[in-house]
């Protein structure tokens, strides 16, 4: 089987890895991919938001196949692009529909769909710019800390959450009234704070039958003790240790099968990822969020756990045969840890070489933000490699992360030194 993979992050080089080990696999491309990729398949220079070149080059190379990586094309439309269109619907493809992904396009859809289907999640209102009254008296409501979210998309850094009401006044008008997040937030939604310890809970859909993958924690903000700006994520693992058996039974039965059976109900056609981002409120799961694709760096530890053909997972999905399957967990931990470019999230340097990854041992290396230039591997990205390992306990596998993190370097190198620290 031809399969292309669209995208070119850590999450992307990760799922190569782990398509690579299948029977299945005849060839794999990646479009646009990165330095990590193109040592393992063929990397295409074509963008995954050019449906109309996607098109092209799934017909030239006779591609059966294509899982699609990052959120913003399933937010687009793609699957509905190759459904719609004669000469390339028969090819299976892994995502949802532009419906379906409205899960994760749109803050306000996803806590509509929360509530329809009574699944746990905090109490919210939606403020658009003519009613940005209506939002400072709810936030009046509410106890400190106040959290606003962009409705759309805003490549992760769409939610703010304020301590002082003053502030999130003003900062409900900078989206609102200013476009901060542009379009992202010409809606904006209002909920009330949820104090607990977050988790990500993975589950593959054929839209009828579901399972569970393993679960992840990663850790999204830039300064150890998760302190400073939000990022993409610095570090993951997986399992994470308090998801007992009995707190995952809870999440099955109120979270997972509601949420399934609502994509029935609604007619979602979602054939592909559900991350349901969760927060444990005492020994009860709560929605945070949905995305529609997997997380990243969560995918760097998520798909090392996977000892299952993961494209025979996939042809199930694409054949409504998921239920037929079998999935089996590697029952060591995995946790990864991202080496980020100095200044990042904010302004930082590309192009800069990174040298020693043929010294790394008894870890994986995924690359984030790189690029081949003139035969060196130099950075291309604010996040770019997320080092993982494996280990009987999370502890024992961040130990040899770090230790092959000693042997990389390039210049303004950063990584957060405590990922799983509050566990």
């Known amino acids: 089987m031809k399969i292309l993979l669209l995208g070119s ?18 060839q794999l491309y ?13 990397n295409l220079d074509l963008s995954p938001l050019d449906f109309e070149s996607v098109k092209q080059k799934v017909l030239e190379l006779g ?17 509905d692009f190759f ?16 419906k379906g992904a409205a899960l994760e396009g749109s803050k306000d859809f996803a806590k509509e769909f929360l509530l329809k289907h009574n699944i746990p999640t905090a109490a919210y209102q939606t403020f658009t710019k003519d009613k940005i009254n209506e939002g400072k008296a709810f936030l009046e409501t509410l ?4 959290v606003l979210k962009a409705d759309g998309l805003a490549a992760g850094k769409g939610v703010v959450i304020l301590n002082d009401i003053a502030e999130a006044k003003v900062e409900l008008e900078n989206m609102l009234v ?28 054929d839209g009828k039958s579901y399972k569970i993958l393993p679960t992840a924690k990663d850790y999204k903000r830039i300064g150890e003790g998760d302190k400073g700006l939000n990022t993409g994520g610095m570090g993951a693992i997986s399992p994470v240790p308090f998801a007992t058996d009995e707190f995952m039974a809870k999440v099955e039965e109120r979270v997972v099968k509601p949420t399934i059976k609502g994509i029935i109900e609604d007619k979602l056609d979602f054939k592909g990822f559900v991350f349901i981002g969760l927060i444990k409120v005492g020994e009860d799961p709560y929605v945070i969020e949905y995305n529609v694709r997997m997380g990243d760096p969560e995918t760097e530890v998520v798909m ?19 239920a037929e399957k079998t999935l089996v967990i590697d029952q060591r931990s995995a946790t990864t840890v991202m080496l980020v470019s100095g200044g990042y999230p904010e302004a930082y340097e ?31 990205g604010g996040r770019v490699l997320a080092v993982t390992s494996y280990g009987n306990t999370f502890e024992e596998a961040l130990k040899k992360s770090y230790q092959n993190i000693d042997k990389l370097n390039f210049d303004k190198i950063y990584y957060r030194k405590d990922i799983g620290f509050d566990l």
Not at 69 to 74: C, H, K, S, T
Not at 178 to 203: M, N, P, R, T
Not at 374 to 380: A, E, L, M, P, R
């Open 9 to 26: 992050g850590g999450r992307e080089h990760a799922l190569a890895w782990k398509i690579l080990q299948s029977t299945r696999c005849d």
């Open 143 to 146: 106890q400190a800390p106040y």
């Open 83 to 98: 459904k719609n269109d004669d000469a390339i619907k028969h090819i299976a493809v892994i995502g949802p529909s532009q």
């Open 63 to 79: 591609i059966d196949m294509v899982i699609v990586g990052p959120e913003d094309p399933l937010v687009k439309g793609i699957v």
């Open 30 to 42: 990646i479009a646009p991919g990165n330095a990590g990729t193109s040592q393992i398949a063929t």
């Open 304 to 322: 090392p756990r996977i000892e299952s053909d993961i494209v025979d997972l996939f042809e199930g999905v694409a054949n409504g045969t998921l």
């Open 350 to 380: 590309k192009g800069l070489e990174i040298t020693g990854l043929d010294l790394v041992s008894d870890s994986i290396v995924f690359h984030a933000g790189t690029v081949l230039k003139d035969d060196k591997v130099v950075t291309n």
């Open 178 to 205: 200013d476009a901060k997040f542009g379009d992202a937030s010409s809606k904006v939604v209002i909920e009330e704070f949820l104090s607990g310890i977050e988790l990500s809970c993975f589950v593959l859909t």
